[in-house]
């Protein structure tokens, strides 16, 4: 199966950034996390406790957990998101299809990793709800390019 080269061009686009930007909120939470422990100067490593002169501890500050879980809970919608985009882009969906779920997903993403780190209810559940929304668009639609042609 071949796209025309418009639309390859333009959906390929939209997944690449999508992409990009969804990876950077992973990284993004995966770094906090560093840099919030190495503020509370502990180490849950007893080689880094050795190596930067900090006592090691089995939990991390309260702070710290909030950043991981933030972080597991985008791991969990994020992964499922790029495969079903990039199955999308191959049973050759449409841009026009894809763009506006691409934006609600990320937008809601990357809003649900900031009110999450805020603790910020119930924003928090209502952009789960709408990442969940788009990952649901995201199988109709594949599923619907899949059966229509």
């Known amino acids: 199966m071949q796209l025309a080269p418009e639309t390859s061009n333009s959906i390929l686009w939209a997944y ?3 992409s990009i930007v969804l ?9 906090s996390s560093g840099a919030r422990r190495a503020r509370a100067g502990l180490a849950i490593n007893p080689e880094d406790g050795a ?13 710290v957990a909030r950043y991981l879980r933030a972080h597991r809970n985008a791991e969990a919608s994020i992964y499922p998101f790029l495969a079903l ?4 882009v191959l049973v050759g969906g449409t841009a026009s299809v894809a763009v ?7 937008s809601a993403r990357v809003a649900h990793s900031i009110v999450y780190l805020r603790a910020l ?4 559940t209502i952009t789960f709800a709408l990442s969940l ?17």
Do not use: K
């Not at 990876?23 to 770094?31: A, I």
């Not at 506006?100 to 990320?106: A, G, T």
């Open 51 to 63: 190596r930067y002169g900090v006592p090691v501890s089995e939990t991390d500050p309260p702070e």
């Open 133 to 149: 929304l788009a990952i649901i668009a995201l199988m109709l639609a594949t599923v619907f390019q899949l059966i229509s042609h």
């Open 16 to 18: 690449a950034f999508t």
């Open 23 to 31: 990876n950077l909120n992973l990284l993004t939470l995966w770094v």
């Open 85 to 88: 985009g990039v199955a999308y």
């Open 100 to 106: 506006p779920i691409f934006v609600m997903f990320v």
């Open 121 to 124: 209810q119930p924003w928090r």
